[in-house]
């Protein structure tokens, strides 16, 4: 399993062939089989002894596959009484949604419980018959240490629909080698205004861009839009991306890229495949970006090794009610009509948010755990022999820690306008404003315009 690139956590897999629905015999017995990769067509089976329920699992992150088997198998020991076997199948991203979809508009061929990503689950919870679970009963034994804004963005109506992956306490990576070489001590920047100018500084002494403006991810924008308590939609939900809120973030960011603080780097954002290379090589000496970065670092960006500190980010003021928010996610469902909907809700329930699945989440994905009492383990968490904790030169926990009561997050969201938002934020606004020199005001009213028209339709 450790084997594998954690990247494959954030990419679509391989396509399925032939799919088990949930009408599966509810108990079974013997001793059953592990069949995957390309012989299951993208399917994976449990061994399991004695008697079982059989659960159809669907995701497009195949490394899922093998973190829920893991985690399945500790239910067993844990619960003889319960014991799952889990039927797998790893689909390409949209194929999987899109079938998820139609099967659940049909009422037929819906697995026991799919993963559903963050852009997607609004538009599965935005009906009045929602024909997902209701979670809230399974979530509430953890409740009290998972972070709040990560079961919010999956919720409808003051009710839980998703289980949580991760965090993506978005953060502050400094590589500390290239700071210290233009006077800069990344410890002194508290604020957006100690940010510019330090972006400033380091362009005047290196020729360099010390951080980069997004034109293909919201990343940043998303952080100071809520630090701002802002959003992209208003109080009834609907879209508004020319507020002044909206304006101001992007001006502000405008300022620090026309300052020199700031440049565009190939893909658009850190997280690519084209940008690795310019951090890898030192072009760039900042990146803010989710938790989950960390496993980027050492599968792309291995010349960094000892050279990164993970720090909090930057505030506008201590006022900010929001500091920090978490970044990406996947939300796993448990489907309604699912003749075993009730015991898959406790078993993901425990995949997903229990200590022990919250370990492995850190141990093995580098991600920062949903569950926060294991936060502060140390063993755990500082362990010497964790490729994590020795890659970077700050200890990683420190800057959640630091950040952790004040993890926000944009209601926009968990709103069916979301991907609409983000599409035309990723491919035609951030582009147009720090690529081509448009104004942003008038970048967003076009937007807010041509989104109306969209939604309208």
């Not at 619960?79 to 991203?93: A, R, T």
């Not at 992956?165 to 800069?184: D, P």
């Not at 949903?370 to 383990?377: E, F, H, K, L, P």
């Amino acid at each position: 399993m450790r084997k594998k690139l954690v990247a494959l956590l954030m990419s679509a897999a391989m396509a399925v062939g032939m799919l088990s629905g949930c009408g599966s015999s509810s108990k079974s017995s013997n001793t059953g089989s592990v069949v995957s990769g390309d012989d299951a067509g993208g399917q994976t089976t449990m061994s399991v002894d004695g008697d079982y329920t059989t659960l159809n699992v669907w995701t497009f992150i195949e490394l899922h596959q093998e973190f829920y088997t893991t985690m399945a198998e500790k239910w067993n020991k844990e619960h003889p009484d319960e014991k799952v076997k889990l039927v797998l199948s790893n689909m390409q991203y949209d194929d999987m949604h899109n079938k998820l979809s139609l099967a659940l508009e049909s009422g037929k061929g819906a697995p026991d419980i799919a993963d559903i990503e963050l852009g997607k689950f609004p538009s599965f919870t935005s009906d009045k018959d929602i024909k997902l679970r209701d979670l809230t009963d399974v979530i509430e034994p953890y409740k009290d240490n998972v972070v709040q804004s990560r079961l919010d963005i999956y919720s409808k109506n003051g009710k839980y629909y998703g289980l949580p992956t991760h965090v993506g306490t978005t953060v502050a990576f400094y590589n500390t080698e290239l700071l210290q070489k233009a006077g800069i001590d990344y410890t002194t920047i508290k604020t957006w205004d100690d940010f510019k100018e330090a972006g400033i500084k380091y362009h005047n002494a290196t020729g360099k861009e010390f951080a980069t403006a997004e034109t293909t991810a919201m990343w940043m924008v998303n952080l100071m839009l809520a630090q701002k308590g802002g959003d992209y939609v208003d109080a009834d939900g609907k879209v508004d991306v020319n507020n002044d809120k909206v304006v101001e973030v992007l001006k502000y960011i405008k300022d620090m890229q026309d300052a020199g603080a700031l440049g565009v780097v190939p893909g658009g954002q850190p997280d690519n495949e084209e940008a690795y290379p310019y951090y890898n090589d030192g072009t760039y000496a900042v990146q803010i970006m989710p938790f989950w970065q960390t496993s980027r670092f050492t599968s792309y960006m291995t010349d960094l090794k000892g050279k990164i500190a993970i720090a909090p980010v930057p505030k506008f003021g201590d006022d900010d009610a929001t500091w920090t928010i978490g970044g990406g996610g996947t939300g796993t469902a448990v489907i309604a009509s699912s003749p075993h909907a009730d015991l898959a809700a406790k078993v993901m329930a425990f995949i997903k948010l229990s200590p022990e699945a919250n370990e492995e989440v850190w141990n093995v994905l580098g991600f920062d755990p949903v569950n926060t009492s294991v936060w502060t383990d140390t063993s755990l968490t500082q362990n010497p022999d964790n490729k994590f904790v020795q890659f970077f030169n700050t200890k990683p926990f420190d800057a959640l820690l630091q950040m952790q009561d004040s993890i926000g997050f944009l209601k926009s969201l968990s709103e069916s306008s979301a991907p609409s938002i983000n599409n035309i934020f990723c491919t035609q606004v951030l582009t147009n404003i720090f690529e081509n020199g448009a104004d942003v005001k008038s970048e967003l009213d076009d937007a807010q315009q041509q989104l109306e028209n969209e939604l309208d339709s």
